[in-house]
């Protein structure tokens, strides 16, 4: 039986990696941990609210440490064959292909599951043998057995805010990882990416941000999620396209967070706070 090298049956993406590191500002020290994780072989747990910079630290990561990532974005039809790897009926034989799982041991590679409570309970089970200290892959359909390579490392993500009763991960899975937790970055950090990310100037930038602020503070209404630091560099670039700043907050964060038309307008009030008539 033939093996070929990939699969193409999950949402997998490989990154090399070679060239400079994607800009990243760091939150604090994430950095240092996930160095030390990475020395260390030990699987890390990253969560945090959405664009708040959790797959951007990990893409800056693996580039800094010169190691190909490997990125599955989980969903809830991923099955562990997706992850390890199945046969495929050819026209002379079968062959085994790896999943990004699979491959991603063999490569010595960094592994990232974006949004992993997407994924079935049972699927992350799969990863329980490699992401404790025997760091093994047992793959049951060809009998192998492979050892994880010291430099192989398993990185996850979730999203605690859209956790319900049904999803979560299984403690047996959670406390084999140490967890890292981001959050949106302090006013200086914010800056700085709006002006690389966006191209913003000092004073779009010090707006942006304090809107961001304004935004965060309200609790009255019934938002699932706050304006993110995505959702303000897409503002940025709106503005440095040309357009006004009250209609690039109004499209980029305003109707983005919601559909209801009073929150809308109340969100809209702060806006025109913080940045008045803005154009
Ligand atoms: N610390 C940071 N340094 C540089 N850019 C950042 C940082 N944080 C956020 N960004 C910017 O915000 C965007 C969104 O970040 P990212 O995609 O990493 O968020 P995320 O936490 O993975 O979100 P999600 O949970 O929705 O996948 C990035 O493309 C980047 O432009
Ligand atoms: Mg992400």
Request: hydrophobic share 45%; charged share 25%; proline share 5%.
């Amino acid at each position: 039986m033939r093996r070929v090298d990939s699969v193409g049956v999950t949402a997998a993406a490989e990154t090399s990696g070679g060239g400079l590191p994607p800009f990243y500002v760091a939150q604090g020290s994430e950095c240092e941990l996930f160095q030390h994780c990475h020395e260390k072989s030990l699987p890390l747990l990253i969560k945090g609210p959405t664009g708040c910079g959790k797959t951007r630290f990990v893409e800056h990561m693996a580039a800094r440490l010169r190691r190909p990532l490997i990125t599955v974005s989980c969903h809830d039809d991923l099955s562990a064959a997706d992850l390890v790897g199945r046969h495929l009926i050819g026209r002379a034989e079968t062959v085994w292909a790896d999943g990004p799982l699979t491959r991603a041991v063999r490569e010595g590679a960094i592994l990232y599951l974006d949004e992993v409570v997407e994924a079935r309970k049972d699927t992350t089970v799969v990863l329980h043998p490699l992401a404790d200290d025997r760091r093994i892959l047992p793959i049951e359909r060809t009998g192998e057995l492979l050892v994880a390579p010291p430099e192989f490392m398993l990185v996850m993500s979730y999203n605690p805010g859209y956790q319900n009763l049904l999803k979560g991960l299984k403690p047996s899975t959670r406390q084999r990882f140490v967890a890292l937790a981001l959050d949106y970055p302090s006013a200086a950090v914010e800056q700085a990416i709006l002006a690389q990310e966006g191209g913003a100037s000092a004073a779009l930038a010090t707006q942006l941000v304090q809107l961001a602020q304004a935004l965060r503070r309200l609790t009255e209404h019934d938002l699932e999620e706050t304006v993110s630091t995505r959702l303000l560099v897409m503002a940025a670039r709106l503005v440095v396209s040309g357009l006004g700043l009250r209609p690039a907050c109004r499209a980029a964060i305003v109707d983005t967070l919601t559909d209801d038309a009073d929150t809308a307008s109340a969100l809209d009030e702060v806006v025109a706070a913080v940045v008045g008539d803005g154009d």
